[in-house]
T-cell receptor
Framework: DVKVTQSSRYLVKRTGEKVFLECVQD?????MFWYRQDPGLGLRLIYF???????EKGDIPEGYSVSREKKERFSLILESASTNQTSMYLC????????????????FGPGTRLTVT | RKEVEQDPGPFNVPEGATVAFNCTYS??????FFWYRQDCRKEPKLLMS???SGNEDGRFTAQLNRASQYISLLIRDSKLSDSATYLC???????????FGRGTSLIVHP
């Protein structure tokens, strides 16, 4: 069974704090993703990584950075948290599909509900 | 970026009903398609992949129409436990990034 875990289910931080969200997967997946999900807006991609130390911006990277030092771990960093970053953050992983015809299904972590006050 | 469109609903149906959702995608290069289910305040989980020949899993049937660029999900004999949001996903061949629809809400009532 694929398992994607996230460091916290609920997190409350103050405006201006630096926030680290950790994600670990145990299936040797090449690709990892960070999304945020807000009511009415669906899943929005923040960053993704297709290999160790590789990262690419998604649709809404502003105010975020990421780190992937090991294949199994993908961290999302909020450099200076703001109230508009209050959201549900979801990590996902998938097998690599580079050069292949098909893409593979994503496996999600349980999510971190972050509140910035 | 290319879009995936879904009717947000909610679809409100009685137990035992048959309900169908459609989802349209704009990227004609899309090759891989999926339906995910997301319960309230939980993560999305894969419900089923959608193959060119269609796919059936118990009460759930998924179909792909490439000519009209849509995929569908049919749920027969709805159960209360089917109440959830259903997300449609399309990926172009070999792409790292799938495109998610915003989801269709289903409420099954007694």
């Amino acid at each position: 069974d694929v398992k994607v875990t996230q460091s916290s289910r609920y997190l409350v931080k103050r405006t201006g704090e630096k926030v680290f969200l950790e994600c670990v997967q145990d299936m040797d997946h090449e690709n990892m993703f960070w999304y945020r999900q807000d009511p009415g807006l669906g899943l929005r991609l923040i960053y993704f990584s297709y290999d160790v130390k590789m990262k690419e911006k998604g649709d809404i990277p502003e105010g975020y950075s990421v780190s992937r030092e090991k294949k199994e771990r993908f961290s999302l960093i909020l450099e200076s948290a703001s109230t508009n970053q209050t959201s549900m953050y979801l990590c996902a992983s998938t097998k690599g599909s580079r050069g292949r015809y098909r893409s593979y299904e994503q496996y999600f972590g349980p999510g971190t509900r972050l509140t910035v006050t | 970026r290319k879009e995936v469109e879904q009717d947000p609903g909610p679809f409100n149906v009685p137990e035992g009903a048959t309900v169908a959702f459609n989802c349209t995608y704009s990227n004609s290069a899309s090759q891989s398609f999926f339906w995910y289910r997301q319960d309230c305040r939980k993560e999305p989980k894969l419900l089923m992949s959608v193959y060119s020949s269609g796919n059936e899993d118990g009460r759930f049937t998924a179909q792909l129409n490439r000519a009209s660029q849509y995929i569908s999900l049919l749920i027969r004999d709805s159960k209360l436990s089917d109440s959830a949001t259903y997300l449609c996903v399309a990926s172009s061949g070999g792409s790292y990034i799938p495109t998610f629809g915003r989801g269709t809400s289903l409420i099954v009532h007694p």
